[in-house]
């Protein structure tokens, strides 16, 4: 496989390089290779500075022409020349991008070089280091390893995402050459003198654009070659890398000094930790003094001062920050010593110190310690992310305070400061937080390969442990008594088991002994019932005792819910059961869009006794559970959010139906929040008095009580918009007079009388 990718590296050269192309200025670039001229190929860089400098020439004459064509004060650009100047600026740019391609090619090669130099280094005589057998070197080489291999995932996204832009260059290129072909085609055709001068312009920007796309191919391919020497780099790193800690890591040797090297490094961190811890301390009693002085001057002030008002809060972020700061530093300190102790462990599990009981102890207590860590790393994280919002809001504060005065400016600054602060001591308490719990993480590995050998027994042993541990595990206490998972299980077994015996007792009863002492089957079948409930009642009232659950809880519930009967609450039972029943049926949910009765809303929320429907009005409205079972309810979103919409048109008698029809599904199909599938269907529906009735259904997702007569008012906007282009009229109301008389029709023309004369007929 190494040396298929190395044979294939020269191909990915020359490929790249001839798929340059040339500048010039008359010449047409049709998008194709030229074939290869081994003998006379330039260098690469060499090819890039010849094709940059003819194209200068191109850009200064652009620019002459450009400032020739504004040389009058105040006079405007031509478009197209303006645009000719940007394209081959453009061009100039992606010119110097491919130069620093090469380059940094060239220098990936040396790199890879000297990588495989020291590969085969390391192959035959080994590490270069004074010690190439410490154990602390291994620690080192092996983190090294672990951030190396951890790259692969974001390599293997940047080389797809860089697939990706080759190709949208590629698609983007074989447009351009379309229309430059169109463009020559036009120019080509017998035209008029002044069409002939568009048509010339039209050319040459066509090609400029295709060049453009061309170089911008010739870019990404070059970045593409880059980017393979670049993955070999980073697999003879990886390579490398995990030879070495192989190499070490067969020659180990864990040694007390080492272990008392560590230790020390320890302790003076240990000892620089607690001087940082001192100073945080000592500042923070003087933030404190500083908030409670300046809320004093803010209480005592005569009137309300924002800068003031800033300053306090300035103060208040300030003792946060050293709050924080204190916290962390402490806890710190605490990790430390499980750090010290971690080492000494892993000392003695290198060296076969410890006993089976010590190493199952110990990485049960690393367990332990990994999922506090990775709680306080969440905690850390979420206590930055508030941080950071906090500080853009700030900032935009900030940004917006250029009419107040130099104090509030100032002490928002301040308050960003602080903010900053905190964001900062969050990141390095979690990056001391990672460094522990990768360095635990060693130790279960080590404890693991320690342990992965023991025998049949001991593995079986351990299991039946296991699961006597997690049958006495304790859930939960009630009133000083534990419930344990076996009692829970116990108790579920008893109330199974008593249930079916219940079950199959009552009904030898009610069908073997009942009517044999004269009872009808229905008095039978009552008492049969009666007694199944009994039996229920108790065996789980047995089942709670046994799980040491108190029955008080019940008897209170009981009175309570007697009282409510006795008190005639059967409206509130009513809605009780109800909404026990949306809630375990889902008719409803939130979030649905719903119809009742005459109501129009969104489900907001579904208590216990009613359900709160926000209506089109932002009206939040409270509707009985009940209401939902008793009547017909439309919800428009149970199964899903799709909805059919439709607008109407009318055409004038005479207007082109089938260009309507296609204009009416542009319309449509031009909407963003239109589905594509199903596809909008127009219907030709009727021959109206006043028009011809065209229909068009589209679907949409309906989320908000507005989305729909939004976009079909959108529509009807495209709809109206597009006739008008198409010079389609919109029909409105008319009627046509047909007068029938036997004789002419007398017109009288009557002059023009002053208001108070009535008119002379």
């Known amino acids: 496989m190494t040396t298929r990718r190395i044979l294939l590296v020269p191909s990915c050269i020359a490929f790249v390089v001839l798929s340059l192309p040339g500048p010039a200025s008359g010449q047409e670039h049709s998008g194709q290779r030229t074939e290869p001229a081994p003998a006379s190929q330039p260098a690469p860089r060499a090819r890039i500075a010849a094709q940059r400098a003819e194209l200068a020439t191109e850009l200064t004459a652009a620019r002459r022409n450009l400032e020739t064509a504004t040389a009058p004060e105040g006079a405007t650009p031509p478009e197209h020349l303006t645009k000719e100047v940007a394209l081959l600026e453009t061009i100039d ?270 990485e049960a207590e690393a367990q332990d310690a990994r999922t506090q860590l990775e709680s306080e790393s969440r905690l850390q994280t979420d206590e930055a992310a508030e941080a950071r919002k906090s500080l853009v809001t700030l900032q935009e504060k900030l940004s917006s305070a250029e009419e107040a005065g130099i104090g509030v400016r100032r002490w928002l600054r301040e308050q960003i400061r602080h903010v900053q602060t905190r964001i900062s001591v969050c990141e390095s308490s979690i990056a001391s937080i990672e460094t522990a719990r990768r360095l635990g993480d060693k130790l279960l590995a080590e404890i693991g390969g320690e342990t992965a050998g023991t025998g049949f027994a001991e593995r079986l042993g351990g299991v039946w442990e296991a699961l006597c541990g997690a049958w006495r595990y304790e859930l939960i206490s009630v009133e000083d008594r534990p419930i344990t998972v076996s009692k829970i299980v116990v108790g579920i077994l008893l109330l199974v088991v008593g249930v079916t015996v219940a079950r199959l007792f009552t009904r030898f009863v009610g069908r073997r002994l009942l009517p044999r002492v004269g009872l009808t089957e229905g008095a039978a079948a009552a008492i049969q019932s009666l007694l199944f409930y009994v039996l229920v009642l108790g065996l789980a009232l047995l089942s709670l005792r046994v799980v040491n659950v108190p029955l008080t809880a019940f008897t209170i519930a009981g009175g309570a819910l007697a009282i409510g009967i006795g008190f005639g609450s059967q409206n509130v039972m009513n809605n009780f059961i109800s909404g026990l029943i949306m809630l375990v049926e889902r008719p409803i949910r939130v979030g649905d869009l719903i119809e009742v009765e005459d109501l129009l809303g969104s489900v907001e929320h579904i208590g216990p006794r009613s359900t709160r429907v926000r209506s089109a009005e932002n009206v939040d409205i409270i509707v009985p559970n009940s209401s939902f079972l008793e009547h017909n309810v439309v919800n428009w979103t149970l199964s899903d959010d799709r909805y059919r919409a439709h607008v109407v048109v009318g055409l004038a008698y005479g207007s082109p139906t089938r260009n309507a029809a296609k204009l009416i599904r542009r319309a449509v199909e031009e909407h963003g929040k239109v589905l594509k599938t199903p596809k909008p269907i127009v219907l030709f529906t009727d021959f109206g008095d006043n028009a011809l009735i065209f229909e068009v259904h589209f679907w949409l997702r309906m989320r908000r009580l507005m989305d729909r007569r939004t976009i079909e008012s959108d529509i009807r906007y495209r709809i109206d918009a597009l006739f008008r282009e198409a010079g389609i009229v919109i029909a409105f109301p008319q009627r046509d007079v047909h007068i029938d008389a036997v004789k002419p029709v007398e017109v009288r023309v009557l002059a023009e009388q002053p208001p108070s004369e009535p008119p002379k007929t």
């Open 93 to 362: 740019l992606l010119y110097g991008q491919q130069d620093a391609q090469v380059q940094r090619f060239e220098e990936l090669q040396t790199s890879r070089a000297q990588l495989e130099a020291d590969l085969t280094a390391l192959r035959a005589t080994g590490p270069p280091e004074e010690r190439p057998d410490s154990f602390l070197l291994l620690e080192s080489v092996g983190s090294e390893l672990n951030a190396h291999t951890d790259r692969g995932a974001k390599l293997d996204a940047a080389r797809e995402a860089a697939k990706k832009t080759l190709e949208n260059a590629r698609a983007q290129h074989e447009d351009c050459e379309r229309a430059r072909r169109q463009a020559k085609e036009a120019l080509a055709a017998p035209a008029a003198e002044a069409d002939v001068a568009k048509l010339s312009v039209a050319l040459r920007l066509a090609e400029l654009e295709s060049r453009l796309a061309a170089e911008t191919i010739a870019l990404r391919g070059l970045e593409q070659r880059s980017r393979g020497v670049g993955d070999a780099i980073y697999r003879l790193r990886l390579t490398f890398l995990t030879e070495k800690v192989a190499w070490i890591e067969s020659r180990a040797r864990f040694t007390q000094d080492d272990l008392d090297e560590q230790l020390d490094k320890l302790a003076r961190n240990e000892f620089a930790l607690r001087r940082l811890l001192q100073e945080a301390k000592f500042d923070l009693g003087a933030a404190a003094r500083k908030l409670a002085d300046v809320r004093q001057r803010r209480d005592g002030a005569a009137e309300t001062d924002q800068a003031l008002v800033e300053e306090v809060e300035a103060a208040r972020l300030e003792r946060e920050a050293r709050q924080l700061d204190v916290m962390l530093l402490q806890a710190r300190l605490q990790r430390l010593v499980w750090v010290k102790q971690v080492w000494t462990r892993r000392f003695r599990t290198f060296n076969d110190q410890a006993t089976k009981e010590e190493l199952k102890a110990w």
